[in-house]
């Protein structure tokens, strides 16, 4: 980037006179200031030798520099206010930050720094993300943008109504991961991806969570940053891999088996505790008033109370209760989808004890169909109080929970959500074997190769056209063992 102009470090609240080059490299979307009305949007900029600094944007200087700022590109910039940054932002922004008005002079370069850029990046691989789940731990991902599920309206825990929407990521190994976009993003990159989702986009992203919704998947957070089809060495390499590829990636897109499950290598690597110390003992969350934490429980499960109801009708697109029948086609007053299918889902409703004590406890979807060892059809067409020879009510032998406590709207007490089931001896199979176990009802259970991308750990799915061939598959083995 040349050594004739200043370095961000050169430059301080008071001096005159400077002039620094440097890259655009990530520009954030606009926000509203928590404590005013005023719009602002950050940028980072970095120098020739890597060091960065927050630039901002205030009110119409936003919509006036839109096109002056580009992601990527390279400027020469001058005449920014420099002040200290607010001491409860140094952490998060460092100790100077600039302030871009129409006060400052901005000039374009014609140079591609991207291979600086990138050198900045450290990309966590797609069988790395376990390791993240549900930690405050930022990461960076590069995939190729397969396919993009439909915009959909969710309620948060206050109330408040967001939009998201979800993406699918393919990695060179044929990986797959949901990354899931809120509000703002769905506007911008979302969009843009709808219109070019055929040319098969290389995504970059930065500051990104990994979390245990739908099994696993990638989340944006309100610091997230992107590169669509960067301008980088990378991303063409990624681009020719897909070249290669597309017959094998756009028979992916075509059966679309990335939809029905978490796949079995990044959930087979979930870092799930191998000592004994590393499990919470229940009585240690009894009566838990935090809000959102997460633990992994060893013990058993089972329903004390037989008269409940095993599923509930639901929205194929948010899982939401639906008062429509099953199979009716309807707008989904949650979601907002307009053509959301009424499917059935699993839900029950136990007790999960080790040697200290007991929580109550709910698991839903595929959690709910394992440790039942039924499915959401079947059981919509239960009509008698099941016993332990029509679904399975209690466990024999430890197994591994992963758990979620969240807070009650009208109570002060953590309600508790199980995630995932884990059978221990299915761990050391699975490592033994490279085989993901499917769950049978009365039946040993079984092993598909791995190309079915079935998921070791039995966590929740959307899928409706999944859940039915489950339940067409499971009537047919019930039928011949009757005969």
């Known amino acids: 980037m040349g050594d004739k102009f200043q370095l961000i470090h050169d430059v ?92 400052t002079r901005i000039r374009r370069v014609e140079e591609n720094n991207s291979n600086l850029l990138i050198s900045t990046y450290s990309f966590t691989d797609f069988e790395d993300l376990p390791k993240y789940m549900d930690s405050n731990v930022d990461i960076s991902v590069i995939g190729m943008i397969i396919d993009i599920k439909p915009r959909r309206i969710i309620q948060t825990r206050f109330g408040k109504e967001c939009q998201v929407q979800d993406l699918v990521l393919v990695n060179k190994r044929f990986d797959t991961v949901l990354l899931t976009m809120w509000e703002t993003f769905v506007d911008n990159e979302c969009k843009y991806i709808c219109q070019n989702l055929r040319k ?26 992107f590169f669509i089809d960067g301008e980088f060495e990378l991303v063409e390499e990624f681009k020719s891999w897909g070249h290669t590829n597309s017959e094998i990636i756009d028979n992916m897109i075509s059966e679309k088996h ?44 089972s329903v004390k109370v037989l008269n409940q109801t095993y599923w509930y009708m639901s ?15 309807y707008p989904c007053v949650f979601c907002k989808c307009t053509d959301a299918k009424a499917i059935p889902r699993a839900k029950v409703y136990m007790q999960l004890t080790d040697p200290t004590g007991y929580i109550n406890a709910t698991a839903i979807g595929n959690p709910a169909e394992y440790f039942l060892q039924s499915n959401a059809e079947i059981l919509m067409n239960q009509t008698l109080i099941p016993t332990a020879a029509s679904m399975r009510l209690s466990m024999d032998e430890d197994e591994i929970f992963y758990v979620k406590a969240i807070t009650q709207e009208l109570s002060p007490d953590c309600k508790f959500e199980i995630l995932f089931i884990v059978n221990p001896s299915q761990i050391a199979g699975d490592k033994n074997k490279g085989k993901a176990p499917v769950e049978h009802i009365g039946e040993p259970i079984k092993f598909l190769e791995p190309t079915t991308k079935r998921s070791l750990f039995h966590s929740d799915t959307d899928d409706a056209q999944s859940s039915k061939k489950k339940c067409d598959k499971s009537t047919i083995e019930i039928t011949k063992k009757n005969q």
């Open 258 to 301: 990335y939809l029905t499950s978490t796949p079995s290598k990044l959930s087979s690597k979930l870092s799930v505790p191998t000592d004994e110390k590393d499990f919470t003992e229940i009585k240690n969350i009894q009566g838990l008033k935090t809000v959102k934490q997460f633990f992994w429980i060893k013990g058993k499960a």
């Open 12 to 103: 301080s609240p008071g001096t005159t006179g400077w002039t620094v080059k440097v890259v655009v490299a990530e520009k954030f979307s606009p926000r509203v200031a928590q404590r005013s009305p005023t719009k602002y949007q950050n940028l980072t900029l970095m120098d020739s030798e890597g060091s960065t600094v927050q630039a901002t944007l205030y009110g119409q200087n936003i919509t006036a520099f839109q096109d002056e700022l580009l992601l990527g590109k390279t400027y020469l910039i001058s005449n920014a206010l420099v002040k200290e940054t607010n001491a409860e932002y140094k952490a998060k922004s460092g100790e100077i930050q600039w302030t871009i008005s129409g006060r």
């Open 200 to 225: 098969k986009l290389v995504l970059i992203g930065k500051h990104l969570k990994v979390t245990s919704f739908n099994g696993l998947s990638i989340s944006t957070k309100a610091d997230s940053s």
């Open 315 to 329: 929205c194929n697109n948010c899982n939401k209760i639906s008062s429509e029948n099953y199979g009716d086609i």
